[in-house]
């Protein structure tokens, strides 16, 4: 138990039985559930406030000719919006939206990996990694449905926005797809499949409900359900404003739908086409090396000057991101001897940041060299409030730390963690955990001569402790709790240290709470 305990203490989520014995004691059947075409406003005020609303917040000022998402009282009878908990269904599959390595710490995916516990890691192993775009499927072993589908949604950025809202309906495509290759017929969905990636709520709920009504329309009988689930506040009240725009459950809706609709409604599969026919442009612009050079005649260069100006080149730039990620995944690979040494492992972190982009996550600077100690060694601070847990893949959160440290864990070294203000958000993963395990106890343990942890919790010390069993004697012995920052001149002068605002005004509030009787409470941070 002492193997797994700590991490899931470390990551704020419940135990694996207690999560396990939730979701069963509350499994809901399809049955349960009330379909879109039954579920309808109560009366004609609120009807109307909610059109109201609609076309408050709709910024198309197009109207459409004839209705691109006509009534269709069969597709009604098969979609349902759910408010509630996704593991709870009792259907064929739930979707869980991750990241190319199954390890996002996502809410929904943490849990997920909470109650799958050991044999869904061990199917995850074996899987290829997921591209954005692509999805997979595993057993769900202690969930009422019978499978997981894994995908992995886009990170939003408004110069791409084609490539993203493309990318997002080719996860939903794939998720059904393979319900339908399994023989399966009921799948349930995420309202917002993410509110980390950046992608706007609205927008997002407009291409997943364009994406779920164009492959329903495509896959036909083989569908029975599609259920759409709304875990986070606002989400079920968002749905309800837009999905009679996709699936009017009367005439009135559809005529409704004609003006509030947007403008970009997608093709027959779900997707902008616009794009598509730009990537084909610029790739026709990068034929111009291999075209007549002596066919230099000015209507020839005017006319591409004009293509090359409306030239939209968003997907070949997010191609070559994608072709830098896989070259980063190539480096991490592990090779046929099995597991690395952890020597090893630094060396291939060390060389795959080289190659990654980390600009994004350097900007949350949560590790640092913040000055010397007494006996003139580096000090490295790692800003446990500051860490992005939730925010990047752990590999290249490890790739930076590492990178970070280099320079300066060549000699002896002191490590400061501080420990104020950290939430659930800033808890690593439990693959990141073992991997930095791996990496410290082999290639740090030398050159450390010492861990300060200033303000340390309760639960810090309750996970440091369970974890004795685990550390060497080295990294026990050479861990020291400092409950202010007082306590760390023994070591070194703090005002020389370059430490965060929020930790000394995170050790002021703590020193006035001591003095004012009220110290039990704020170890638990």
Known sequence: MLATDPFSWLTGQPSRLEAQAMIMGKALDLGDLRPWHQDTVDDEESAEAAYDDACASSSSSVVHPSPPFPVDSKLNAKVFLYEGDMCALKIDAITNFTNETYDLQDPLAARILNIGGDDLMEELDGLEKCRSGEARSTRAVRFPCRTLIHTVGPRYNPK???????????????????????????????????????????????????????????????????????????EKALFRRLMPLYFPRNLEEESKSLRLLPENVGNSAGETEVAERR??????????????????????GRDRDDIAASVDVSFTRATREVDSARRVGALMETGEDGELSGEALYTRYLKAAQSADLREIEKFNFISLAGRDHANRNVIAFKAALFPGNAFSWQHLLMHIVATCDPYVKDKFTLLFLDANVSGANHPSLLMLREVYNIFNSKYQDTMDIILVLHPTLLFKTVFTACWPLMSARVWDATVYCDKIEDLKNYLDPEKLELPPYVRTFDESVQKSKSDGSSFFSLFG
């Open 279 to 300: 990537l084909k442009i610029s790739n026709l612009m990068a034929a111009r090396e291999d075209s007549d050079p002596e066919d230099s005649s000015p209507e020839n």
């Open 160 to 234: 791409y926005q084609t490539a993203a809202e493309n990318t997002l309906n080719a996860c939903i495509r794939e998720c059904m797809k393979l319900v339908v290759d399994a023989g399966q017929k009921t799948i349930a969905l995420p309202c917002i499949y993410s509110d980390r990636k950046n992608f706007p709520r609205e927008l997002c709920g407009h291409v997943t409900l364009r994406s779920v009504r164009r492959w329903m329309e495509r896959l036909g009988d083989r569908v029975d359900a599609v259920v759409l689930v709304a875990a986070r506040p606002g």
